[in-house]
């Protein structure tokens, strides 16, 4: 959820549950299935940290635990000048809980790993998906068995954009 403008109409918060992430929007002129965004680290966003592990089951007085402020933008930003903020518009990569309207974290300075889900740039188009080589040929690989594969032809304009390191999701 947008909670409003923040610093000036480029900058906004977004809400996760009780969690406020400080992004800038970067505008795009190409459709996309990814609305991004850059990260703001202008300010540290340090929030409560509970120091204890919270139960799934009989509740817990979490905050006999507190244990100190916990900084979003260090747990989640590994490489500042390379990483972005992306909204997914979608369900293709459901099965690994990547849902419409969810914010990627994406890092251009990493290499691809096996099975890493990656965005990639196909067409004039960005999509999240994984890259999976077939008989010699590769394929955009959904995560939903209601999407096809998509095989990157010779011709296309295929580009690995960057790896995304988290999903921000919100129930």
């Not at 459709?31 to 204890?52: H, Q, R, T």
Request: proline content about 5%.
């Amino acid at each position: 959820m947008v909670v409003g403008n923040w610093k000036s109409q480029q900058h906004f918060l977004y809400l996760c549950g009780n969690i406020y992430l400080a992004m800038t929007r970067k505008s795009t002129t190409t459709e996309s299935n990814l609305e991004f965004f850059v990260p703001d680290l202008s300010e540290e966003l340090k929030l409560p940290l509970v120091n204890a592990f919270i139960s799934a089951g009989f509740p817990s007085p979490a905050d006999d635990y507190l244990e100190g402020k916990l900084d979003l933008n260090k747990l989640l930003i590994q490489h500042p000048n390379s990483t972005f903020f992306a909204r997914v518009r979608g369900n293709s990569m459901i099965d690994v809980g990547i849902h419409d309207g969810d914010i990627l974290i994406i890092d251009k300075s990493l290499e691809p790993k096996h099975n890493s889900v990656l965005v990639c740039f196909i067409d004039g188009e960005f999509t999240v998906k994984k890259v999976s080589k077939v008989d010699g040929d590769f394929y955009l690989m959904p995560e939903n068995k209601d999407f096809a594969p998509i095989k990157i032809e010779k011709e296309s304009d295929f580009r690995l954009w960057g790896v995304v390191t988290h999903c921000i999701h919100k129930f």
